[in-house]
């Protein structure tokens, strides 16, 4: 049970969007799971989240909305798409889930401006695998149309990833930024190169940010994040320039699963901050 206090409104419970009302910012549950590489619960995570935003406080006037669940969007992405694309808001941010929900929150957003969207991923792997799964959301993108010469991957671990697959991004025209080089720049600088080249046409960016990017330590929630990942705060300054860019349409947040969280709930959390950074960085525009 949270304290109640009058000087300290909560984040959090925000209320449906009405039909044809512009909202500064949109939340929306993407529970994908069913075709995870691995054993998930990351269906129970967008509900998980709502629960953590409201131990933190609501700082800001802008006008939030929270459309809810998309009802089993791995069963019905087309149906995920259409709610996505639906929603009237600056900035849409939608809480998976695992990585699967990447692919309708990106076509959803982007619509018959795919031609010049950008991506950007915060991720320790390329997903660009074969089939339909959480491990291969960028290439089926770049099938749908992306043009790869504006897709950055942020974060990438090489010892958890295959040479064929960073052949795959190379021969895309992927910009790839490794864990190590991270190690020598910051997160602000990381982001501002990355904005720029998934600008450059012009068009609407997708940020996806795969919380496994970070360290194991701080995101046992999520089943593929290894030991020597990058710190929680560099999630949160990532999510705040992100959505402080004005070409950011959409944010999504995904691979966490809040069954496999901490007694804590250290990830859930992180994930409940990066809305709220997010919102601070809608807030900056």
């Known amino acids: 049970m949270l304290n109640a206090d ?13 039909a ?3 909202a500064d910012v949109a939340l929306i549950g993407l529970p994908t799971s069913r075709t995870s590489l691995s054993p998930t619960q990351a269906h129970t995570t967008p509900q998980a989240v709502r629960e953590a935003l409201r131990r933190y406080a609501a700082l800001s006037d802008l006008r939030i909305v929270d459309a809810g669940n998309v009802r089993e969007p791995d069963l019905n992405e087309e149906g995920a798409v259409e709610a ?6 600056e900035l849409v941010i939608a809480l998976g889930g695992d990585n699967a929900a990447t ?11 795919i031609s010049t969207a950008g991506l950007i991923t ?3 792997h ?7 799964s959480n ?12 043009d790869g010469s504006r897709v950055v991957q942020i974060g990438i671990e090489p010892l958890a990833n295959s040479l064929a697959y960073a052949d795959r991004a190379r021969e895309a025209g992927i910009t790839v930024i490794t864990r190590d080089e991270l190690r020598s720049r910051s997160m602000d600088d990381v982001m501002a190169q990355a904005l720029e080249i998934a600008g450059a046409a012009g068009g609407p960016i997708h940020v996806d940010l795969d919380v496994d990017v970070c360290d194991r330590a701080v995101t046992p929630g999520c089943p593929a994040s290894v030991p020597g990942g990058i710190a929680a705060i ?5 999510a705040r320039a992100a959505a402080a860019h004005p070409s950011v349409c959409s944010i999504d947040l995904v691979e966490v699963d809040a069954a496999a969280d901490a007694d804590d709930e250290r990830t859930v959390r992180l994930v409940a901050l990066c809305v709220l950074e997010a919102i601070s960085g809608v807030a900056l525009r």
Do not use: K, N
């Not at 996505?84 to 808001?89: K, N, P, S, T």
């Not at 309708?104 to 401006?113: C, E």
């Open 103 to 113: 692919v309708p929150t990106a076509l959803g957003r982007w619509g018959s401006q």
């Open 135 to 146: 491990g291969s959301p960028v290439r089926r993108l770049l099938e749908a149309g992306l």
């Open 6 to 18: 009058p000087l300290w409104p909560r984040a959090g419970d925000w209320p449906a969007p009405v």
């Open 84 to 89: 996505v694309a639906g929603l009237r808001a």
């Open 234 to 238: 560099d999630l949160r300054v990532a």
């Open 20 to 22: 044809d009302e512009w």
């Open 126 to 132: 390329y997903d660009l695998r074969d089939g339909t």
């Open 122 to 124: 915060l991720d320790a």
